[in-house]
């Protein structure tokens, strides 16, 4: 199992341009995370799907900040337009989500710098 | 809502000494507990889980965290770290849905 997936490792953008972060679940996964990590506010879920379905969206920064996830294999993560304070590191987690008890599998996170 | 409080931000420690770092949270209903591992520039990794049963457990390298409930705690435990231990530690509290992180403890051990 190749685990989760992110791409690309790291990203370098200017600030106003538009950002598009990728994550792969494992295969057989039923629910996707993507969390933001900085020093400041440490690890901050932002969109978790169920079944490709976001259920909850409210740790979402801003309107500029948007998640999608077409298909059980395949998420993004939109930021439009960047702004420097979106430097992080952003991690994509999935997990199979059965009954009350299911752990979560992390991906390598994807370091954003915008200046 | 979910919460997670680590009371330490940095630990500094000498190889072989032992560790405990703490974790308390605050939520409702039933439920489920974990301690990930950062190591530098590294993803998430987890390190031990409670769901039920033993309020002790076991994880990986020699780490174990024990489950009170009525302090509402999950300290993280190792009698004897190395120097290889240095990272930062993370609690995770999971209710019905998503999973809620600490603030994170990082550790640094001194050869």
């Known amino acids: 199992d190749a685990g989760v997936i992110q791409s690309p490792r790291h990203e370098v953008t200017e600030m106003g341009q538009e950002v598009t972060l990728r994550c792969k679940p494992i295969?057989?996964?039923?629910?996707l995370f993507w969390y933001r990590q900085t020093m400041m506010r440490g690890l901050e879920l932002l969109i978790y799907?169920?079944?490709?379905?976001?259920?909850?969206d409210s740790g979402m920064p801003e309107d500029r900040f948007s998640a999608k996830m077409p298909n059980a294999s395949f998420s993004t993560l939109k930021i439009q337009p960047s702004e420097p304070r979106d430097s992080a590191v952003y991690f994509c987690?999935?997990?199979?989500?059965?009954?009350?008890?299911?752990?979560?599998?992390f991906g390598s996170g994807t370091r954003l710098t915008v200046v | 809502a979910q919460s997670v409080s680590q009371h330490n931000h940095h630990v500094i420690l000498s190889e072989a000494a032992s560790l405990e770092l703490g974790c308390n949270y605050s939520?409702?209903?039933?439920?489920?507990l974990f301690w990930y591992v950062q190591y530098p520039g590294q993803h998430l990794q987890l390190l031990l889980k409670?769901?039920?049963?033993?309020?002790l457990v076991k994880g990986i390298k020699g780490f174990e965290a024990e489950f009170i409930k009525s302090k509402f705690s999950f300290n993280l435990r190792k009698p004897s770290v190395q120097w290889s231990d240095t990272a930062e530690y993370f609690c995770?509290?999971?209710?019905?849905?998503?999973?809620?992180f600490g603030a994170g403890t990082r550790l640094t051990v001194k050869p």
């Open positions: 799907f169920n079944n490709n379905v976001p259920i909850d």
């Open positions: 295969s057989g996964h039923n629910s």
């Open positions: 987690a999935s997990s199979f989500r059965q009954g009350g008890n299911y752990g979560y599998t």
């Open positions: 995770a509290v999971q209710g019905n849905n998503d999973m809620r």
């Open positions: 409670y769901f039920s049963g033993d309020p």
């Open positions: 939520y409702g209903g039933t439920v489920n």
